[in-house]
């Protein structure tokens, strides 16, 4: 009787154990387009990603950068106080969008151009993203608004 429930207990756990690994390796399946890591502009010019690596970038529209092209294509600059990253993107950019005021791309990084596929821009007077806050402080660049 009792060599039976070990038996029983044993094939319990082994199949439990087969239920976690196959669960965990869905999920990172799942999640491998999903996760895009966050990049200043001087960490894009010292260590280029590769041409394929989808990536969000983030920093402060360089004033007089900005330049509307044929159609919907848009052109500018994104800087964190120590490098510059051209941008590009194809699309219509969010209404609060415009010169030195903050921005986050997602996109890739080829021939040394940023090509954005979304385009986010801050909200509201004091917000901005963590990220792009976190790089511009670390370049000395960034002043809070609330003076905190």
Do not use: C, W
Not at 35 to 41: D, L, Q, V
Request: aromatic letters at 8%.
């Amino acid at each position: 009787m009792k060599s039976l429930k070990k038996k029983r207990r044993i094939q319990v756990v082994a199949i439990a154990a087969v239920a976690l690994v196959a669960a965990t390796a869905l999920i990172g399946y799942g999640m491998r387009d999903g996760i895009n890591f966050f990049r200043a502009p001087t960490q894009v010019l010292a260590e280029p990603p590769g041409p394929n690596e989808v990536f969000r970038i983030g920093g402060l529209v360089e004033e007089g950068s900005l330049k509307r092209g044929e159609g919907e294509v848009i052109s500018f600059n994104v800087t964190d106080g120590n490098g510059i990253v051209p941008v590009t993107y194809r699309g219509v950019l969010p209404d609060l969008f415009e010169e030195n005021q903050g921005m986050v791309g997602t996109g890739s990084y080829r021939d040394g151009v940023f090509q954005a596929s979304e385009i986010l821009a801050k909200h509201d007077e004091s917000y901005m993203p963590k990220e792009v806050v976190d790089a511009l402080k670390a370049q000395g660049v960034y002043k809070d608004p609330n003076g905190s």
